[in-house]
T-cell receptor
């Protein structure tokens, strides 16, 4: 099925560093969601974005809904070992009020 | 409160057998989704239920896959005559009325030998 282009695919960073990842699409979205998935668990919602240009924070996490409505980014500041996991973006297309397209994920590994 | 629950958490079956996967959504959530996640991949939409409306089955990969939702709550995903390529994590999610954000269960890890 259709998927978003999420990058980077994986990253290794040192504890304390900031992290940035993004999702891009050729089509516009109404809503962007960011999820984190720990090994053996289901995805957990981190941030939801509902309006173009919206910038939302959740603790050390900040996400933005791109002004073109075709992209979104997620930043993690001062990373800690428990940030390890897979981060997924999901976009809701205007034509499908309930269907979300998911990115392929960014695998984050934090080195203590 | 209780989140989305799924059972079993793990299932190993032989090729050709049928399997049933269960999802209990969050109480009061009217929408329920099933997704499939293959190893190292993103989430593939399978089916969507909303209240009493006809489900959107457009994501089901073959007629071996079916799902039902009884009483607007619990849902069962059935895979008949399982194949090795059916091996994946099957995730269920639910969302409350008027909001589209989805809350996921822990998934069922299916291995078809």
């Amino acid at each position: 099925g259709q998927q978003l282009n999420q990058s980077p695919q994986s990253m290794f960073i040192q504890e304390g560093e900031d992290v940035s990842m993004n999702c891009t699409s050729s089509s516009i979205f109404n809503t962007w969601l960011w999820y984190k998935q720990d090994p053996g668990e289901g995805p957990v919602l981190l941030i939801a974005l509902y309006k173009a240009g919206e910038l939302t924070s959740n603790g050390r996490l900040t996400a933005q809904f791109g002004i073109t409505r075709k992209d979104s980014f997620l930043n993690i500041s001062a990373s800690i070992p428990s940030d390890v996991g897979i981060y997924f973006c999901a976009g809701q297309q205007p034509s499908g009020t309930y269907k979300y397209i998911f990115g392929t994920g960014t695998r984050l590994k934090v080195l203590a | 409160g209780a989140g989305v629950s799924q059972s079993p958490s793990n299932k190993v079956t032989e090729k050709g057998k049928d399997v049933e996967l269960r999802c209990d959504p969050i109480s009061g959530h009217t929408a329920l989704y099933w997704y499939r996640q293959s190893l190292g991949q993103g989430l593939e939409f399978l089916i969507y239920f909303q209240g009493n409306s006809a489900p959107d089955k457009s994501g089901l990969p073959s007629d071996r896959f079916s799902a039902e939702r009884t009483g607007g709550s619990v849902s069962t995903l059935t895979i008949q005559r399982t194949q090795q390529e059916d091996s994946a994590v099957y995730l269920c999610a639910s969302s409350p009325p008027l909001y589209e954000t989805q809350y996921f269960g822990p998934g069922t890890r299916l291995l078809v030998l």
